[in-house]
């Protein structure tokens, strides 16, 4: 079990700094301290406090799937036989080392996991499924439903 994470509070300068990295983690200080009408130094320092503090975990580029071959969008849904530790740590474990997974969610309700799958075709999910994921023991149901047309994705959180 894992303790919640408590840190500072942050103010609204804190937030708008979140909310234009979110955007663009490739802006400067010098950009975001003009944007908020500041001076770069308490606004570098400021970056430097959230990345400290943990409130932003990594920067990152954001790919277009479709010029990197990954079109095909499955969210799957993932029911285990049974329902001890050891068997959902042995999946947790086997689905870190899927890189067709981009997500896995430990889920409450019907379901135990929903796994967010990225490939080029659905031959590819087929061999994915076929020669991957069935090899991972104790998964009971699969059912994988596949995304039609994109309608809204976001990588920001709204503060």
Known sequence: MTKSKTYGRMDEIDKNILRILQKDAKITAKEIATTLKLTISPVYERIRRLEK??????????LDKELIGRSVTGLCQVSMQYHNAAFIDNFEKQIQALEEVQECYHMAGQVDFILKINVKSLEDYHEFVRY???KIENIGVLNTTFVLKEIKHTSEYYI
């Open 53 to 62: 503090d943990g409130y932003i975990k990594r920067y990152a580029a954001i």
């Open 132 to 134: 991957k994921l069935s």
